[in-house]
Structures are given as structure tokens and as C-alpha cells.
């Protein structure tokens, strides 16, 4: 699952203060120039948050 999200940085911040899991840590993508980071829900689904940078 995908979602565009503001301020993706700021949102990873408070993820992690709160427990939640990051999977993959926040990243600017060489193309497109997308900053994304992969988190798990309480259900387990992957979520994708992600800005255009």
C-alpha cells in the first residue's frame, strides 16, 4: 500500500518515538526524485509513505 504524505521526515520521526516498525529507512529514490520509507501497520501490511522531494 502506498500513500503520498507531506512530510514524510518529520512523520518517521514520530513513528519511531511511538514503536513503530520501519522497514526500510527513509530514502530518496534516484528517480523521480521521491523520498520514501516503508513502515509496517499494527495488521502487518506494508506501507509505503512517500513525497516527491
Known amino acids: 500500500m502506498s500513500h503520498r504524505w507531506g512530510t514524510v521526515g518529520t512523520s518517521v520521526q514520530l513513528g519511531r518515538r511511538r514503536g513503530v516498525e520501519i522497514l526500510k529507512p527513509l530514502t530518496t529514490q534516484p528517480w523521480g526524485r521521491r523520498r520514501s ?7 502487518g501490511n506494508i506501507v509505503n509513505l512517500y513525497q516527491e522531494a
Open 37 to 43: 520509507v516503508w513502515l509496517c501497520d499494527p495488521d
